[in-house]
């Protein structure tokens, strides 16, 4: 298993913008998918985005088209959410995870347990 680190997460007001960083020890990250996924109080983890070994491939949930984007810099061994338009909804532990890609990206990112590294999370809060 990876070890994973998330940051970036914090409170921001409805509307706002933040970027979240995902990086490894140790171990590269050019060979894995890379996944956010979110989970709410009271909810199960559900996937944000997720992008592929290469970068050349992204998948985003319906919710956040258009407002988050997911990167992949192999040569930092980083991958990024950025994420702006904020909506309340968005509120909730972020996770990266990592795992060789097993499956199509799209089906990796519809089922969180085909990742098996996964970060400790960062919380993001959208309120005012």
């Known amino acids: 298993q990876l070890q994973l680190a998330e940051s970036g997460g914090g409170l921001v007001q409805p509307g706002g913008s933040l970027r979240l960083s995902c990086t490894a020890s140790?171990?590269?990250?050019?060979?894995?998918?890379i996944g956010w996924f979110r989970q709410a109080p009271g909810k199960e983890r559900e996937g944000v985005s997720c992008i592929s070994s290469s970068g050349g491939s992204t998948v985003y949930a319906d919710s956040v088209k258009g407002r988050f984007t997911i990167s992949k810099d192999n040569g930092k061994n980083m991958v990024y959410l950025q994420m702006n338009s904020l909506k309340p909804d968005n509120t909730g532990v972020y996770y990266c995870?990592?795992?060789?890609?097993?499956?199509?990206?799209?089906?990796?990112?519809?089922?969180?347990?085909?990742?098996?590294?996964w970060g400790q999370g960062t919380q993001v809060t959208v309120s005012s």
């Open positions: 140790e171990v590269t990250l050019d060979y894995y998918v």
């Open positions: 995870a990592a795992e060789p890609p097993i499956m199509p990206v799209q089906a990796m990112c519809a089922t969180p347990p085909s990742f098996g590294s």
